[in-house]
């Protein structure tokens, strides 16, 4: 039997979302839900897993704090130090005040700009990508589940319609 | 769904739906520009003009051909530089802060106000760059390895940490700004019944990134937004302080001052609402936003301006009892000075535009005016200019030995650069609002039912 991909378009946010748990509880598996708009709670409806972003943007501060550290302990220490102003130059912690402002930028810096990174690669977001979504209603105000069906879809169907679909779709893949 | 109060008056007025939001945005982008548009733009970029010529006038000379002298080293060029980095903090208090607060006030402005940061910052960094007199020399403030015998940058000094906040704030916030843009370009890209040209268009698919509003890509999203939120709350507190002990942390009497941080960081606050009430009050009409961007915006902003304009005033009026109290009669002399020496002008205009005009704003009837809002935040604009030209020139002009003691005027090339960048602020806002959706629509429409005046009506 071939796979079918139907696409049911909602107009209204609350609709889909009780659609999808509607869905859910029949056992029929959802592939994608594509919105104009972030939707309060479809993720956990949907079961996707918590993102670890904010991990990583951790991760990535220890990174720089870090590095900024090295950097200034090689340059100020290590390489050339210098009495400046009375400040003492010859062990790190005794002139890490003066350093605070740099360590924390580095922190923020390497933070923000790395996560952001990582987050546009783990969503394939690139220049110039094409895009993804099945219908361009669905940056407007149109919301697309996408449902994959082995076999007969006719009962898909009729929980999408009795859900408040608007619109179904089908699709040969 | 979220739920709030009724009484709350609506932040989208008019029966808006969603289409309806996509296509207000997406009108100033498809749309052709008014004549309001074409004559402003004009007259920015003829500034902006002006402003190159007179920069390749002093790069040529040097800085000689400006107004400064061996006692007042430093005027115009960094008075400027921290009134437009003051300008940018408004735009970060904006996305970042109020969204950490859940303000949902912000919605509507915020890609504004972060484009005005972006702008005012680009404007920042043209001072110190200018004044270092050989730009092209600029990498020298870079821990680079080098060939001057291993010479590096003094991690010690204020004016290095600004080369790192500085530039940290401008890229982060670059960032923030384009992460909430992806969506919003998706949206120009996916407009089936578009005017746009297909060249258009096809800037706007390679903009977009392939957005395509997947349910896990809307969680990453949130998820990224409230940790930069996060980094850039410490961020944009951290950078005005840094700009403050560029004069905190010297031993001129009148700068030399603890409170300088909390103080700058304050004033900043409430220039950059100035400046985002100025342009907002402009562009919602010339643009027709009416609708999004309405007397509540303006009024929750105004209420920031009366809260932040008090707490200056009490800085300055701090600053001159500690000056008192301390005993040390340099520093009473050097504030005795500002108040009432020849740069008494300054002083006043400083306080009548910071502290005393802001407080008309505990009235309704100004606080919920756009004509009376409009003209106090161009008053808030010029008192804020004129608290860095009095903190940099009073101070400097009255040296350590009286022999030195001199006065300070601009050239016609100080103010020509001024002007110039101000120029070149308008010029680059004038072209955002026709090229970029000005208002966070993707974010906008999550508030509509809670917000919108047709949803609070059914209620």
């Known amino acids: 039997m071939s796979t079918k991909t139907l696409h049911g378009i909602f107009d209204d946010e609350e609709i889909l979302l009780s659609s999808v748990k509607e869905i859910r509880a029949n056992k029929i598996e959802i592939k994608e839900v594509y919105s104009p708009f972030p939707i309060h709670g479809l993720d956990k409806a949907l079961g996707i897993k918590e993102t670890r972003m904010a991990i990583t943007a951790f991760i990535y501060g220890c990174v720089g704090l870090s590095l900024g550290a090295l950097m200034i302990y090689n340059i100020m220490i290590i390489d050339w130090p210098q009495n400046i102003g009375g400040k003492p130059n010859f062990t790190f912690y005794h002139n890490l005040p003066a350093f605070v402002p740099v360590l924390f930028e580095c922190t923020v810096m390497f933070a923000a700009h790395l996560m952001s990174i990582t987050y546009l690669i783990r969503c394939g977001l690139f220049p110039g990508s094409s895009e993804k979504n099945p219908d361009p209603r669905t940056t407007d105000d149109k919301f697309l589940m996408e449902i994959e069906v082995d076999g007969d879809i006719s009962k898909v169907k009729e929980i999408l319609a009795k859900t408040g679909a608007l619109e179904i779709n089908e699709k040969d893949d | ?459």
């Open chain 2, 1 to 459: 769904m979220q739920k709030e109060a009724e009484i709350r008056d609506p932040l989208i007025l008019g029966n808006k739906t969603y289409h309806d939001i996509t296509v207000d945005v997406a009108r100033p982008v498809e749309g052709k520009a008014n004549k309001y548009w074409w004559i402003l733009f004009s007259l920015s970029l003829l500034l902006f003009i002006w402003g190159v010529l007179c920069i390749a006038y002093t790069i040529g000379t040097g800085i000689g051909a400006w107004g400064l002298n061996k006692t007042v080293n430093w005027a115009w060029d960094i008075t400027n530089f921290v009134w437009w980095i003051g300008i940018g903090h408004a735009g970060t208090l904006i996305s970042a802060v109020l969204l950490l607060f859940r303000q949902k006030w912000r919605m509507a402005i915020n890609r504004s106000a972060e484009a005005m940061t972006i702008f005012g910052v680009v404007q920042a960094g043209l001072f110190p760059l200018i004044h270092m007199g050989r730009p092209w020399l600029a990498y020298w403030v870079l821990p680079i390895p080098n060939q001057f015998g291993s010479l590096w940058v003094n991690f010690n000094s204020p004016l290095l940490w600004d080369v790192f906040a500085i530039s940290t704030y401008l890229s982060v916030s670059v960032v923030f700004w384009y992460i909430g843009l992806i969506p919003d370009f998706a949206m120009l890209r996916d407009r089936m019944s578009s005017t746009l040209s297909p060249m258009k268009k096809k800037l706007y698919a390679f903009l977009a990134f392939g957005w395509s509003g997947r349910a896990k890509h809307w969680q990453r999203f949130e998820e990224v937004s409230l940790v930069l939120a996060g980094l850039a709350t410490p961020l944009v507190f951290s950078v005005h302080s840094i700009v403050s002990m560029d004069f905190a942390t010297s031993v001129i009497p009148g700068w030399h001052t603890t409170i300088f941080p909390p103080y700058f960081v304050l004033g900043a606050l409430f220039s950059g609402f100035a400046m985002v009430e100025t342009l907002l009050i402009i562009m919602r009409k010339v643009v027709s936003l009416e609708a999004y961007i309405t007397i509540k915006h303006v009024e929750y902003m105004n209420v920031i301006i009366l809260l932040t304009g008090s707490l200056v005033g009490t800085a300055y009026i701090t600053e001159l009892f500690m000056a008192w109290y301390s005993g040390v009669e340099f520093e009473q002399y050097a504030f005795l000075n500002r108040a009432t020496g020849p740069y008494w002008w300054a002083y006043a205009i400083m306080m009548t535009c910071n502290v005393l005009t802001p407080q008309l704003y505990w009235f309704r009837s100004i606080r919920t005016s756009f004509v009376a809002t409009f003209i106090l935040s161009i008053f808030v604009n010029i008192g804020m200019w004129f608290e860095r030209f009095v903190i940099i020139v009073t101070s400097l002009h009255r040296d350590f030995l009286p022999t030195s003691w001199t006065m300070f005027s601009p050239t016609f090339i100080d103010i020509g650069i001024y002007l110039g960048t101000i120029g070149f602020f308008f010029t680059l806002f004038l072209m955002y609002a026709r090229t970029f959706p000005v208002i966070a629509q993707a974010e906008l429409k999550t508030i509509l039912k809670s917000s919108g005046s047709e949803f609070k009506n059914k209620k």
